[in-house]
């Protein structure tokens, strides 16, 4: 990052959708070597926009991005949803989610990721919401390194195969 440019993070808007696709899709190419082929998420963009504009509007929701003059350079996503008690059958508890988390390649190791859950952390505080999580492939080293970095704890795997 060039000295005296200034990023800022803010809440996405719907004018910055055609910036956020395109940082979409390339969040897909970078992740694919991380799922299988078949997993490949293909983005069909009126949809996209239609889906999009529900999730920012969204009150138990929260997309940020990341602007440098401008030009998004990096995008946050996280979400609260009830899930039931551990051993309790009927007790809900609403806990937070990270749905996604990108950052381009020139603005990695910028505190980007920390600001993005500074801000995250401050909405699930104020929705009084005590703690949350995120999956991450197991090859994805440098997003385990930067969320064990940022107290982040690994709880458990989950597993896959795939059938032919």
Same mark, same amino acid.
């Given at each position: 990052?060039?000295?005296?440019?200034?990023?800022?993070?803010?809440k996405?808007?719907?004018?910055?959708?055609e910036?956020?696709y395109?940082?979409?899709?390339?969040?897909?190419?970078?992740?694919?070597p991380y799922y299988?082929?078949d997993?490949?998420?293909?983005?069909?963009?009126?949809?996209?926009?239609?889906?999009f504009l529900?999730?920012?509007n969204?009150k138990?929701?929260?997309i940020? =991005?990341?602007k440098?003059?401008?030009k998004?350079? @990096?995008?946050?996503e996280?979400?609260i949803?009830?899930?039931?008690?551990? @051993?309790l059958e009927?007790?809900?508890d609403? =806990?937070?989610?990270?749905?996604? =988390?990108f950052?381009?390649?020139k603005y990695?190791?910028?505190?980007?990721?920390?600001?993005?859950l500074?801000q995250y952390?401050?909405?699930? /505080?104020?929705k009084k919401?005590?703690?949350?999580s995120?999956? =991450?492939?197991?090859?994805n080293? /440098?997003?385990i390194?930067?969320?064990?970095k940022?107290?982040?704890?690994?709880?458990?795997? /989950?597993?896959?195969?795939?059938?032919?």
């Open positions: 990052m060039e000295k005296g440019t200034k990023m800022i993070i803010c996405a808007t719907e004018k910055d959708f910036q956020y395109l940082l979409q899709q390339k969040y897909n190419q970078e992740i694919d299988h082929k997993f490949t998420i293909k983005i069909n963009k009126k949809e996209y926009h239609k889906e529900k999730r920012i969204k138990s929701g929260l940020l =991005v990341a440098e003059k401008n998004i350079i @990096g995008l946050f996280g979400t949803f009830m899930i039931n008690k551990e @051993g009927h007790k809900i609403k =806990v937070g989610y990270i749905n996604n =988390v950052i381009t390649q990695r190791g910028n505190q980007l990721f920390s600001k993005f500074n952390e401050c909405f699930l /505080r104020n919401i005590k703690h949350y995120l999956n =991450v492939s197991k090859i080293k /440098r997003a390194k930067a969320y064990i940022e107290g982040l704890k690994i709880q458990e795997y /989950r597993m896959q195969k795939v059938l032919k």
